[in-house]
């Protein structure tokens, strides 16, 4: 009777591993389903991050990563450029500051015109919804001043 | 409600006559119980005094033939109607137990994309001037089957067991169905003494997920294996605890205002005190 009313009240058993893998697989599912709500997403983050640095709306990818017990969205933005010229934004001086610790000389009009140039390799930055350490590293190695450098030179 | 009727057509002196439901039983998953379910609130809602039809759809893998025990009488089935081989009448088979119950069996050696969709919808449509239910069994799946199935009807039951895949398979297709066939939830083979030492999925837990309406929960019960041997659907046993659950649902269906049946929970408590003293109960 004891091991009956432990039996009752006690243990979680494999019916909460049940629920939780559920709960992740149906919200991958309705990911893959919703493929007009990723390409909306995407395009306003894309167009949030646009504010303070000039990216590759090309080579964007926007990835869904099951990982130990959360989704994780994965977001690769390659950044063609940093310093954008300081125009019709109020907050410019925020925004600059806001960009990734490093303020400094604006290029003016060399971002656009430095897009082609910068399809090289480097000028990346991983951007994370639910970050995980892995990512964290790699967004901190993705020295975006390197990436600023050629929009700089140019 | 209106009586049956042999023809539909070319009545413009009848009254307007109200159309039956036509309501698609499907899951996505197999195996989790659509023709079961089908059978036996086909039996349940026929108890109550209506007419109904059941249309075997799985076409290539007919069942619901057998789970009425009605196998021996097929001689047509749902190509030969849709084809025009035979009149919709020569296919309809009354079941054994109530005059108000008629099975259109699925063809056995044919294909589920030799299904003509447009005339599926029609056939469905020709049913409800007829019948007061139209319960289409779907064929697991989501293709072409499961489109044709769906294609006449205008409201839908989902059938899903407390399993991960079941439940996964289910949300899909209730996406796939859209708000048009408004989807009502039968959970199936639920074994309480599993939930209750958390071994098993609740029905809390799946309808966290699917919130959908509940229509009722069957229990696990070897019974139905016996009942599906035999040919003969639970329902047609009111006294019995699952045969019972399903006239709640059927009643439920009819818009009776009952309360969703649950497996009881007590006695599955009596059967494990039994089985603790080694009882049989």
Known sequence: MIDFLKRLFGQTGSSATAKERLRLVLMTDHLELAPDMIDAMKRDLVDVISRYVEVDRDRIEVNFEQQDRALAMLANIPILSVNRPPVNRAGNGNGNGNGHGRAAEPAQAAAVAAAPNVSSPGAQAATDSIVTRRRRRRKKNQSIPAGAKPATAH | ?281
Do not use: W
Request: hydrophobic residues 45%.
């Open chain 2, 1 to 281: 409600m209106h009586q049956l009727q042999p023809s539909f057509e070319g009545a413009a002196s009848e009254p307007v006559r109200r159309l039956g439901r036509a309501i698609v039983v499907t899951s996505g998953k197999g195996g989790v119980g659509k023709t079961t379910t089908t059978a036996n609130l086909g039996t349940a809602l026929a108890q109550r005094g209506v007419s109904v039809a059941l249309v075997d759809a799985d076409v290539g893998l007919r069942n619901l033939d057998i789970v009425l025990g009605l196998e021996n009488r097929i001689k047509h089935h749902l190509l030969d109607v849709l084809e025009e081989r035979v009149t919709l009448d020569e296919a309809l088979v009354p079941d054994k137990h109530s005059d108000r119950l008629v099975l259109l069996a699925a063809a056995q050696a044919r294909e589920k994309d030799e299904v003509d969709t447009e005339k599926m919808r029609a056939l469905i449509a020709s049913l409800r001037e007829r019948y007061e239910y139209v319960l289409i069994d779907c064929p697991a799946g989501i293709e072409l089957g499961f489109r044709n199935a769906v294609a006449g009807a205008d409201e839908a039951i989902v059938v899903c067991t407390p399993e991960v895949s079941a439940v996964r398979d289910v949300d899909r297709v209730v996406g796939l169905l859209g708000n048009r066939f408004r989807p009502q939830l039968v959970i199936n083979r639920l074994r309480p003494q599993l939930v209750k030492k958390g071994k098993m999925l609740s029905v809390d837990d799946v309808n966290a997920i699917l919130r959908l309406p509940l229509l009722g929960v069957i229990a696990d019960e070897p019974e139905i294996i016996v009942t599906t041997n035999k040919g003969e659907p639970l329902a047609l046993r009111k006294d019995a605890p699952t045969g019972a659950a399903y006239h709640a649902i059927a009643a439920r269906i009819a818009g009776d205002d009952v309360p969703p049946p649950m497996p009881a929970t007590k006695e599955s408590f009596l059967e494990r005190l039994g089985s603790m003293f080694g009882g049989k109960k």
